[in-house]
């Protein structure tokens, strides 16, 4: 063991700075304090483990495996096992080593079976490995330990879709919303429940090729509504509007239009 003392020190301000979330160099600054607190001391696993989130937050998966191969060397509970094992599940399948990936997800799982989010990247590895099946099975897993959670959610709805069960994987996959569209829920409107003789504003909420892809309800929709705006990226403006150009009961405007 080394200067464990100093080590926590350093730990604790390269928290402190990657908490920080007023500049971006923060998190540079906070990787040389977690390297720092593992030279102070090498045997002190959170100092490596933080180091390769750290370092996985600035975008570069293969350095954070090697910080939580040598957290992995240090003297670990069962629950800080899991917790390392399913990081290393996590970015050993963002590097394209998805069998050693679906490894230590096993691992991480069986450690402690109660972890949300080590069901979670066991489940995604599956879906790499295609493995489809075995994918809804974890992503259930993390689901049941709380339905609340939003990432379970978000896990389970991928899951159930890549394994075809596209009704029950759509209808979970409203949870995109709490994950990552809050604007959405800002909204001055009510959310459409399929009601008939009104005025809508259907927007785009995925990429160009989702956006393409679903254009093909559109038509259904206006033979539902009394008006339609519908909000497509700039791009698709000109296709969509020739798309669309026989029905007099629809607009197509760009994202992010004027609420009216």
């Not at 990552?180 to 409107?189: D, G, I, M, V, W």
């Not at 519908?230 to 009961?249: G, I, T």
């Amino acid at each position: 063991m080394g200067n464990r003392k100093t080590a926590i020190e350093f730990y604790n301000a390269g928290a402190h700075a990657a908490n920080d979330k007023s500049n971006q160099q923060n998190l540079t600054t906070a990787y040389n304090l977690f390297v720092s607190s593992v030279f102070a001391d090498p045997t002190y696993w959170l100092a490596h483990y933080q180091a390769g989130n750290n370092v996985a937050d600035l975008g570069h998966s293969a350095p954070a495996v090697a910080g939580y191969r040598r957290a992995l060397d240090c003297e670990l509970t069962d629950e800080e096992r899991s917790k390392v094992c399913a990081n290393m599940c996590d970015r050993l399948q963002k590097i394209g080593r998805a069998e050693e990936s679906y490894h230590y997800g096993l691992r991480a799982v069986e450690l402690d079976p109660k972890s949300i989010i080590a069901w979670i990247n066991l489940s995604v590895t599956c879906q790499t490995l295609r493995r489809p099946e075995e994918s809804v099975e974890h992503a259930q897993k993390a689901y049941d330990l709380n339905n609340d959670d939003v990432g379970a959610q978000m896990c389970l709805a991928f899951a159930l879709m890549f394994d075809g069960q596209y009704v029950r994987g759509l209808d979970m996959f409203e949870a995109r919303y709490r994950y990552a569209l809050h604007s959405f829920t800002q909204y001055p409107y009510p959310k459409w429940r399929g009601e008939t003789d009104c005025t809508l504003m259907l927007v785009a909420d995925q990429g160009m090729g989702d956006t393409l892809d679903f254009a093909r309800f559109i038509p259904e929709v206006l033979r539902r509504v009394k008006f339609a705006h519908v909000a497509v990226h700039r791009e698709l403006m000109r296709p969509f509007q020739q798309a669309f150009l026989k029905y007099d009961n629809v607009d197509i405007v760009p994202l992010q239009p004027n609420f009216r």
